[in-house]
């Protein structure tokens, strides 16, 4: 009787030894997913990819006349997200040496060897597939297109021109100016002088938003051979001017959605404004020519642009 009791107690305690191994094991699984989860989330570049879509959710609504396909609408978002998220994974791969380089970036799953090239690789590809699969299907062909000439001006000419040459931000601005554009194309099916106009405000604005983020990064960029300030001496006053004159710009682009019929005078006022303080803020880095001065411009950047697309989009409703 004993014994008995003594081989069932060893049971169950084995039993219970393998039910928690298999329960340890379970969670390790589970970790592990959620960890290689994260790391194909920040090859997407979430929030930048997500400030795309909003882009070209931007142009899409402003070009609508009242009604919307919900249907091509949802497709193109998603479309939209999967082909920047796709563009965003093989910048990373194809700058996988230089983020090693830069303390912003060398924590990325590519640098640190979370994810191999091969996976970011096939992420990259099923991204670019399914997103072009929607957009044709559910969206229009043209859209379709732009989009994938998009993603091969940022990832194949953009991201190696880096390292060789200041007008690689030149280059870069015409893929971060399409989303709007690729919006009204999406809903109207051709490209218009309204979508033009879009393109035009977007393209404008990425050099003093641009160049705020280099001059600010420039110490970081260097490590990594990146000269992408539009004077060779770097963060000085040609840069500051160079700065100050493409904002500049943005006053009478901003007031052209209005001259055209796009919009209202109400958001033309708002633009006008917002490109004003926008301006000042050059004014000041232009002066100081400071990391400061850079850094206040580099905000009035990211705010610039939402209030001013926002404000056409009320103004249409």
Not at 220 to 248: D, V, W
Request: aromatic content about 14%; some cysteine.
């Amino acid at each position: 009787m004993t014994n008995n009791f003594e081989n069932s107690s060893l049971e169950n305690q084995s039993f219970h030894n393998s039910t928690h191994s298999s329960a340890h094991q379970s969670t390790l699984s589970v970790n592990s997913l959620a960890l290689k989860a994260r790391q194909y989330q920040i090859l997407l570049k979430f929030r930048l990819t997500a400030l795309v879509v909003f882009s070209g959710v931007f142009g899409y609504l402003l070009a609508s006349k009242g009604t919307i396909n919900w249907a091509s609408f949802i497709a193109f978002m998603i479309g939209s997200f999967l082909i920047t998220g796709a563009a965003n994974t093989i910048n990373q791969i194809i700058e996988k040496e230089t983020d090693k380089l830069m303390k912003r970036t060398a924590n990325r799953p590519l640098p640190t060897e979370r994810l191999s090239i091969s996976e970011a690789t096939t992420f990259a590809i099923l991204l670019a597939l399914v997103g072009t699969v929607l957009m044709v299907s559910f969206v229009n062909v043209l859209a379709a297109c732009l989009s994938l000439f998009s993603l091969i001006l940022y990832a194949f000419v953009y991201t190696p021109l880096k390292p060789k040459t200041p007008f690689a931000v030149l280059v870069g601005a015409f893929p971060g100016a399409l989303p709007p554009l690729i919006g009204w194309v999406a809903m109207t099916g051709n490209v218009s002088i309204e979508a033009m106009i879009l393109f035009a405000i977007q393209f404008v604005w990425q050099f003093p938003h641009f160049w705020a983020i280099a001059w600010v990064a420039n110490d970081e960029y260097a490590k990594a051979g990146f000269k992408l300030l539009p004077s060779e001496g770097g963060r000085n006053f040609n840069s500051a001017f160079q700065i100050m004159i493409y904002t500049m710009f943005l006053i009478p682009l901003g007031i052209l959605p209005a001259r055209f019929g796009m919009v209202g005078i109400s958001s033309a006022i708002v633009a006008t404004i917002c490109g004003i303080l926008f301006l000042f803020q050059t004014f000041y880095l232009l002066k100081e020519g400071t990391n400061k001065a850079a850094l206040r411009l580099m905000f009035g950047s990211f705010f610039y642009l939402p209030i001013v697309q926002i404000a056409y989009l009320i103004d249409k409703l």
